[in-house]
Nanobody, 114 residues
């Protein structure tokens, strides 16, 4: 059974950092590109960042480029999102997803507020 469990969210002030984690199980993690999405209150879910199967291919939404870093550890079936210089507009529930699979975790809430 495919499971994706996001963690690491919380309440931070503008300019601070958070590191999100995604624990994957139930499939061969290293065979799949992975993505982080987010959904802000009242808005549609949007793609934040993507990473290829080996971790060498990276992509970012313009809104987070230069501030967020996606990474993965295939030995541990984990994916990460390092988020620096957080802004109030980064407030959202963050989800991880395997590219090509229609499974979603429950997400982790990130709130950026002073």
């Amino acid at each position: 059974q495919v499971q994706l469990v996001e963690s690491g969210g919380g309440l931070v002030q503008p300019g601070e950092s958070l590191r999100l984690s995604c624990a994957a199980s139930g499939f061969t993690f290293s065979n799949y590109a992975m993505r982080w999405y987010r959904q802000a209150p009242g808005k549609e879910r949007e793609l934040v960042a993507g990473i290829g199967r080996t971790g060498r291919s990276l992509s970012y939404a313009d809104s987070v480029k230069g501030r967020f870093t996606i990474s993965r550890d295939n030995a541990e079936n984990m994916m990460y999102l390092q988020m620096n210089t957080l802004k109030p507009e980064d407030t959202a529930v963050y989800y991880c997803k395997a590219f090509g699979m229609d499974y979603w975790g429950k997400g982790t809430l990130v709130t950026v507020s002073s």
